[in-house]
């Protein structure tokens, strides 16, 4: 178990920054994961730890020792790519025996070492098999013994999973996970799918243009998302333009609400609701009055889009009864849910 510290890390490939001063601290044994669109600087940031890559500044620590000054070799670390890179010329065995073989172990311990890596990964039967073989799904699984052969002192994996269909993904998931409590693994994953990271991560780190915007648990970026872009990156969410008020009270077109504030002072804000925290008011219950204007079905689910006072407002609803479009309802937000955000960035 390896305890991560990233400090001031910073990259530019030309004239653009690419990374703007990184800070991060993973704990020992934590999966965490790096969130972000595409072209934020994720694999820039995995690639810089693995030495793939050279930071233009910013220190990183494996229990307390720099890395950076390191040759790739030493780091100990492991990668798992999106297109999986196995040698396709190599049987299983040989792909995944690599990293115990230039540890230089004996014939015995190699043996050992990839067998318990194939065992994890459910793929021991097919060891003398070649990669163009085998499908996506098991060539991913092989490359992830690979790594956990090389018995990294910090996994890294980079959209591990973008390759596979949504119902193999989705048992990936599950796996990859257990695999790195039950080996006690420090892991950093990065991925631009919002559902993998909540339902992976210990702790997430999001990423924008190079910054990390928001950091905590699945549930604390989710729920109190600190700003707009993570917000509306982690899920779908509602922006209502008004004033904060000193006394944690919101006044926008929809009248004066209770708020939470998150990370900004009383004066013009945004407040943002979740469309499963916005809820048909009961009978003699505290509300405001909504127009019901359209309908989308989901299953287990459904969307209402509502008008009131001229603000559009998405909400879902599980198990959904009969509603009549053009019809007035009485809607309320769940306390505690309903958050004030900074304004600056409600339109990136
Ligand atoms: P992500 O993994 O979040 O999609 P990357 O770290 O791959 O983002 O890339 C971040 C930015 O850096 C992108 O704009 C990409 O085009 C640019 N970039 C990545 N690698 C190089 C490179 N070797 N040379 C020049 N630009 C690069
Ligand atoms: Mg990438």
Not at 240 to 269: C, H, K, Q, W, Y
Request: charged share 25%.
């Amino acid at each position: 178990m390896t305890e991560v510290e990233i400090r001031g890390v910073s990259k530019r490939y030309t004239e653009a920054p690419i990374l703007k001063g990184v800070d991060l601290d993973i704990h020992a044994g934590e999966l965490f994961f790096l969130l972000g669109p595409s072209g934020c600087g994720k694999s820039t940031l995995l690639r810089i730890l693995a030495g793939l890559v050279e930071a233009d500044a910013g220190t990183v620590r494996f229990d307390g020792e720099d890395i950076l000054t390191l040759p790739p070799e030493k780091r100990r670390t492991a990668m798992v790519f999106q297109n999986y890179a196995l040698w396709p010329h190599l049987s299983v065995f040989e792909n995944v025996a690599f990293a115990p073989r230039n540890s230089g172990y004996p014939k015995s311990r190699i043996r050992e070492t990839v067998g318990r890596a194939l065992e994890v990964v459910e793929m021991a039967e097919f060891a003398q098999r070649k990669p163009p073989s085998l499908s996506g799904g098991q060539q991913q699984r092989v490359a992830l013994a690979r790594a956990l052969a090389a018995e990294p002192r910090l996994l890294l994996l980079d959209e591990p999973l973008s390759n596979l269909d949504a119902r193999l993904r989705d048992a990936m998931r599950g796996k990859i996970k257990a695999i790195c409590k039950a080996r006690k693994l420090t892991a950093l994953y990065v991925t631009h799918d919002r559902q993998e990271a909540l339902s992976m991560a210990d702790r997430i780190a999001v990423m924008h243009r190079g910054v990390i915007r928001h950091l905590g648990t699945p549930e604390e970026v989710y729920n109190h998302p600190g700003d707009c872009f993570t917000a509306k990156f982690l899920g779908d969410v509602n922006f209502i333009p008004g004033e904060l008020g000193g006394d944690g009270t919101f006044r926008s077109a929809l009248g004066v609400l209770p708020i939470a504030a998150e990370n900004v002072s009383a004066g013009p804000a945004v407040g943002a609701i979740r469309p499963e925290r916005i809820r048909f008011a009961a009978p003699g219950e505290a509300g405001f009055a909504a127009k019901l204007v359209g309908r989308t079905f989901l299953g287990e689910s459904c969307e209402w889009d509502f008008e009131s006072s001229g603000v559009h407002l998405v909400v879902r609803e599980g198990a959904p009864p009969a509603r009549r479009i053009g019809e007035t309802y009485q809607l309320n937000f769940e306390p505690g849910f309903f958050m004030a955000l900074p304004r600056e960035d409600a339109d990136e």
